[in-house]
């Protein structure tokens, strides 16, 4: 399998694995808001919640997709092994 074909798949599976955390934060985010806020508050205020759950989960998986790719790229030294690599080019003769 060549370098770009292995880039491609990394870019599937990171950008699905991103969709699902921001999936998960969001439901956490609406689960908590359900047990705790959401007894007192009234209906009304669910639109908020949905808002702001919904830029939680953004912020939140923005911020666990930056961390986990830094620490893939530390264990599994993924500049090379996906060609991303700035290594200086011999020039031709």
Same mark, same amino acid.
């Given at each position: 399998?060549?370098?770009? =074909?292995?880039?491609? &798949?990394?870019? &599937? ?6 969709? $699902?955390? *921001?999936?998960? &934060? ?5 689960? &908590? @808001?359900? $047990? *705790? !806020? ?5 209906? *009304? =205020? ?8 919904? !830029?939680?989960?953004?912020?939140? =998986?923005?911020?666990? @997709?930056?961390? =986990? !790719? ?7 030294? !993924? ?15």
């Amino acid at each position: 399998m060549n370098k770009g =074909a292995k880039a491609a &798949i990394f870019v &599937i599976v990171a950008s699905i694995g991103n969709i $699902l955390a *921001t999936g998960l &934060i969001f439901i956490a985010c609406l689960g &908590i @808001y359900s $047990l *705790t !806020l959401g007894r007192w508050l009234p209906q *009304t =205020a669910v639109m908020w919640a949905v808002v702001a759950s919904f !830029l939680i989960a953004m912020v939140g =998986a923005f911020l666990l @997709y930056k961390k =986990a !790719l830094s620490f893939a790229q530390k264990k599994f030294n !993924l500049e090379e092994r996906l060609g991303f690599s700035q290594a200086p080019k011999k020039p031709r003769d």
